[in-house]
């Protein structure tokens, strides 16, 4: 059965790989012929090494500049690092890219690829999330762009997965304080929060932490301000009721809200007591 056409190519591109060796390769990225940098560098990309095409592109890309296959290389150029999941170099490749070449028809894919390199660049939650806030800023210029395009959908999935993270790290800034006993820190913290992230996944559970914060001042407190604090922490247990009426928090709430009603019902007698006087 004869080969298609398509077969012998991808045959004829993997021999010429194969017998490109280490040194040959060496004297092409060396050397200033970037016909044959651009050349070769193609070869490489196709058959899947792109690390090796990357740095041929590298070399090459500056002599193209201003000519008809300058759009082509570049594009490549930036498509390599991104294959080869040099993410940090990619992104910058992209950016070089739109800002050169606005009107071609790459673009769309261009912005999109830029954006998700910063998307892979995000960290995990503990660490510091400037790429994670740089990728949904990108993410979003994308789909403000092109709200139509194919990979709009996956722009907003992948803005949804960082947003989560975000609320994530920021909740556990919040839950650190509190469980370092500095209360009043982690109330304004949760507070901070909730209202920085409306509709966060970690509401219900804030709540319940800024409650356990206040309750621990609350119970602490000196006479003066014990029965103010008491009774705000009655009217803080009720809007996380009437938001969460099965909170999987709700026995503890109830626990505690008993010892709150007790230490209100002390605080009253002593107040009749000393009005009585």
């Known amino acids: 059965m004869k080969k298609s056409a398509f077969e012998s190519i991808l045959i004829a591109l993997l021999v010429s790989v194969f017998f490109m060796s280490c040194s040959d390769y060496q004297k092409l990225l060396g050397s200033n012929d970037s016909a044959n940098q651009y050349k070769q560098a193609e070869v490489l990309y196709k058959s899947g090494d792109f690390k090796k095409a990357s740095k041929l592109f590298e070399r090459a890309a500056p002599r193209y500049r201003g000519t008809p296959q300058a759009e ?20 910058h490749q992209y950016e070089n890219f739109i800002k050169s070449y606005p009107q071609s028809q790459k673009i769309i894919e261009a912005y999109y690829k830029e954006a998700i390199c910063y998307y892979h660049l995000s960290p995990k939650f503990s660490l510091d999330q400037e790429d994670t806030y740089k990728a949904v ?34 909740f556990e800034i919040a839950r650190n304080y509190y469980t370092i006993r500095d209360y009043a820190a982690a109330i304004a913290s949760f507070e901070n929060f909730i209202s920085s992230f409306p509709g966060n996944n970690f509401r219900e559970e804030s709540l319940y932490y800024k409650f356990l914060s206040s309750y621990q001042i609350a119970i602490n407190s000196v006479e003066s301000k014990k029965k103010e604090r008491l009774e705000d922490l009655v009217a803080l247990y009720n809007s996380i009721i009437s938001y969460y009426p099965e909170s999987i928090f709700l026995d503890d709430l109830n626990d505690k809200m008993e010892i709150v009603s007790d230490e209100l019902s002390i605080d009253n007698q002593i107040e009749i007591a000393s009005l009585s006087k």
């Open 72 to 91: 082509r290389v570049i594009f490549l150029y930036a498509d390599s690092y991104f294959n080869a999941k040099d993410y940090y170099l990619a992104a």
């Open 137 to 170: 800023e990108k993410l979003q210029i994308f789909i403000n762009n092109f709200p139509n395009s194919q990979q709009a959908q996956d722009a907003n999935k992948a803005i949804m997965e960082l947003q989560i993270k975000l609320e994530k790290k920021e």
